[in-house]
Structures are given as structure tokens and as C-alpha cells.
């Protein structure tokens, strides 16, 4: 029992290190389209400025938020149980 425990433990830990990878992926993402847009790209300028590391780590507070705002909405709601419709992005409202 105990060393099923432990599997299920660390299945969950590396479901939770990809679920990480995923939104701080996506908060890059969603840096970099936003700083297109209000940037321009010199010959010799950087690509990554602290205002861009300061918009990710907002942008991957705000989904993390989202997620667990998700997670608690449907708490029975399980792998299985779960509807894939696509939701709203969370950082479309700004």
C-alpha cells in the first residue's frame, strides 16, 4: 500500500512539474506577443528587458490564479469528469 502511495505521490508531482512548465510557457508566450507590440527591435537590442521579466512572472501569477480559481470551481470534477471546452484566456481582458 504504501509503495503505491509513493507512485501516486510522485505521479502527481511530475503531473504538477508539467501543469508548472505549461503556465509558465504560456505567461512567456503571452509576454513576448504583448512586448511586439510596443517594442522595437534594434540591431544590438536586447530581447529579454526586466520590465519582460517583470510582465511574465505577473503573467504566471495571473494563471496560476486562473488555474486554481478552475480547481476549486470543480472540485468533484476529475481528470475524466472534466469538459473540454475551451475556455476564455485569462489575460484577454487586459
Request: proline share 3%; net charge positive.
Amino acid at each position: 500500500m504504501l509503495a503505491r502511495m509513493e507512485g501516486a505521490k510522485a505521479e502527481a508531482e511530475r503531473h504538477l512539474a508539467i501543469i508548472e512548465r505549461q503556465i509558465v510557457t504560456r505567461a512567456e508566450r503571452a509576454t513576448i506577443n504583448n512586448g511586439i507590440k510596443s517594442r522595437l527591435f534594434g540591431r544590438f537590442s536586447s530581447n529579454w528587458s526586466r520590465a519582460d521579466e517583470r510582465d511574465c512572472q505577473e503573467n504566471v501569477a495571473i494563471l496560476r490564479l486562473a488555474r486554481r480559481r478552475d480547481r476549486c470551481a470543480h472540485p468533484q470534477a476529475g481528470a475524466a469528469g472534466r469538459s473540454h471546452r475551451r475556455r476564455p484566456h485569462p489575460l484577454s481582458d487586459r
